[in-house]
């Protein structure tokens, strides 16, 4: 079973930049499309960032242009780079990968799934 562990998360202040990564230890993410995702209480989890395995990217609209996501040259490592942070950023913040997510950056479409980590914006 495919195993996604994030780290990376913390509190930051507005303006502020934070990398969260997502190490799947053993298997090549290579093989996958893979995604990052937000939840916060009271909301559906939110697709933030995808990347498939064509290499083809696809970011919610709040965060186009301060998120970058990328696979790392380690296999098993993927990133999400967040800049220019705003408090409604705040969220959980969840790595997936799945075999062909269709095009669509949707948890649906995942299978696979980290526990999580607080990403926090506060001044």
């Known amino acids: 079973q495919l195993q996604l562990v994030e780290s990376g998360g913390g509190l930051v202040q507005p303006g502020g930049s934070l990398r969260l990564s997502c190490v799947a230890s053993?298997?090549?993410?290579?093989?996958?499309?893979i995604g990052w995702f937000r939840q916060v209480p009271g909301k559906e989890r939110e697709g933030v960032a995808c990347?498939?395995?064509?290499?083809?990217?696809l970011y919610t609209d709040s965060v186009k242009g301060r998120f970058t996501i990328s696979r790392a040259s380690a296999k098993d490592t993927m990133f999400l780079q967040m800049k220019s942070l705003k408090p409604e950023d705040t969220a959980i913040y969840y790595c997936?990968?799945?075999?062909?997510?269709?095009?669509?950056?949707?948890?649906?479409?995942?299978?696979?799934w980290g526990q999580g980590t607080q990403v926090t914006v506060s001044s």
């Open positions: 990347i498939q395995r064509n290499g083809m990217t």
């Open positions: 997936a990968a799945g075999p062909d997510s269709g095009y669509v950056c949707d948890q649906s479409q995942f299978d696979f």
């Open positions: 053993g298997f090549n993410l290579d093989y996958y499309d």
